[in-house]
């Protein structure tokens, strides 16, 4: 154990020597508020296609869903064909629009201020409500990954998870401070190909030691002949309507997620949006497809059950690798909490000094007044996350799928409906920001019946639904101006 240790201890030291160097190199480009923020709206497709994807696939890519698929088996496919789907529609429905209305309108950065110019509304409501909503929810999406990076350091290093999570909570910090949206994308690259690379690897050792597909599907029937089976619950029973529709309805989340929707707003060219999307739902298919791999692997592999089936991941690694090897794997999860933790950290920090600040500030912020404010959000933004991690109980994909759909759902389909009806009005908008959060915060205190639904399903249509009602109620309101100009940006979709 001190040899796996030191091995992985190295390991995880070279892989953060790599990602500052990153960081330093992004900190001598990075000059304005609008460098760190969004890049100076630069990022080629590949860039932007797989850092969109790699800021989306938090620990819970490499801890939770191979954990579901270790305990649910082939049920968790649900999830991914959801989860490609959404992700295949954002791309092709809401990328390219969202980058030429987003900097036709006076090149905005945050989703709020999007919204709020988007319908030229003179009242602040709006962008706060939907401010509110981003800071809310990104807390529990933070937490989720620094309870991720918590368990890695505590399993791997035996470390207490108080100090695991602090650790994993300063590293981060360290480089998004510096670099801000440039070191974090261009990390998002190096990061995402060590996921892919980690996820080939465990099942494909697996499979060449079960020596062929019948002994690997043999081993995991042994256990339990339904984990096999896409439509079978693991105690035998049908899959229900609402199993189904509630794994799908992950897709629909896509829609409101700021860390994502950020980088469609910094691709380099509106052109280059057709070739992003295929390098970038490629590339999230190949993830999902084998970090359910990696669970079913557990399934074959390990023969007393695991307390905590996150963790099926590492144990895996540990068990097959060399300890330097095993290191090496084992930092991808760092990887991966690192891609995505930062990039919501922007978020929120852009969040607070773009659309928030500015209303409790009676002077405009300009220049390194904006820089210095970002940079301060992300600091306590990170603290705030790290409070709500110290739980060593909790589990990432719970705290990833409530955080998942109050973004979604509150979010999601304001912005999706403001790209393509011209009638949609603010007070539409925060119809549908306010209905859909509260949906899932009400909906997620429930169970039984139809509230065994995944609170995303109910809240993004009541959200739409609402959206439609505040809108037919005001759209006589609606300035003929802020429609003209609409439908004239709309011409270059």
């Known amino acids: 154990m001190p040899q796996f240790v030191s091995s992985t201890l190295l390991a995880f030291l070279i892989y953060l020597c790599i990602v500052l ?54 049920e968790a496919f649900w999830i991914s064909i959801g989860l490609v789907m959404g992700l295949a529609a954002n791309w092709f429905l809401v990328a390219k629009p969202l980058r030429i209305i987003s900097f036709q309108l ?46 890695l350091f505590t399993e791997v290093f035996g470390i207490d998870y108080e100090i695991a999570v602090v650790a ?33 690897l465990v099942p494909m050792l697996i499979f060449y030691k079960a020596g062929s597909y019948e002994s690997f599907v043999d081993g995991i029937s042994d256990k339990n002949i339904y984990l096999l089976n896409i439509f079978i619950s693991t105690d035998g029973e049908q899959l229900s309507f609402i ?26 060219s509106p052109r280059h949006v057709r070739r992003a999307a295929f390098i970038g739902v490629l590339w999230a298919f190949s993830c999902y497809f084998l970090a359910i791999a990696v669970g079913l692997s557990g399934i074959f592999i390990i023969e ?15 068990f097959m690798f060399d300890p330097l090897v095993a290191g090496a794997l084992l930092a991808t999860i760092l990887a991966a909490i690192m891609s995505t933790v930062d990039s919501q950290l922007l978020v929120c920090s852009a969040s607070l000094a773009e659309d928030l600040y500015p209303l409790i500030s009676d002077r405009e912020l300009v220049g390194d ?25 909790s589990k990432v994909l719970d705290v990833v799928s409530y955080a998942w759909a109050g973004l979604g759902a509150s979010l999601g ?19 549908g920001v306010v209905v859909g959060g ?15 639904f995944y609170s995303l399903l109910p809240g993004f249509f009541l959200s739409l639904l609402a959206i439609g009602v505040g809108s037919a109620l005001t759209h006589r309101k609606l300035p003929t101006a802020v429609v003209d100009r609409y439908l004239e940006i709309r011409e270059e979709f």
Request: proline content about 4%.
């Open 438 to 452: 509260l949906t899932v915060i009400i909906w997620s205190r429930l169970s039984g019946g139809i509230f065994d």
């Open 304 to 318: 007393q059950p695991l307390e905590d089936s996150e963790k099926v991941f590492i144990t895996l690694t540990k």
């Open 21 to 74: 160097a990153i960081g330093f190199y992004a900190y001598l480009k990075t000059r304005t508020a609008g460098d760190f923020l969004l890049g100076g709206r630069q990022l080629g497709p590949s860039v932007s296609a797989i850092s969109a994807s790699a800021s989306d696939m938090s620990g819970w890519v490499l801890l939770g869903l191979p954990g579901y698929a270790y305990v649910a088996g082939l």
């Open 106 to 151: 006076q090149d905005t950065v945050t989703i709020p201020t999007y919204l709020q110019r988007r319908f030229a509304d003179p009242k602040p409501w709006l962008r706060v409500i939907s401010s509110m909503s981003i800071l809310l929810f990104f807390l529990f999406y933070v937490a989720a990954g620094l309870i991720a990076g918590g368990k």
């Open 243 to 268: 199993a189904i529709a509630s794994a799908m309805a992950w897709g629909l989340g896509y829609f409101g997620q700021p860390h994502i929707l950020a980088r469609f707003k910094a691709i380099e």
């Open 168 to 200: 994993s909570v300063a590293i981060i910090l360290v480089y998004t401070l510096f670099g801000g949206f440039l070191a974090v994308s261009w990390t998002d690259i190096f990061q995402g190909i060590l996921i892919l690379v980690a996820l080939l």
């Open 413 to 431: 389909p304001a912005v999706l409906v403001s790209l393509y009806w011209s009638r949609m009005t603010s007070t539409g908008a925060i119809f």
């Open 369 to 393: 007044d904006r820089l210095k404010i970002a940079r301060i959000a992300v600091v306590v933004l990170a603290l705030m996350g790290t409070s709500i991690a110290m739980n060593p109980e």
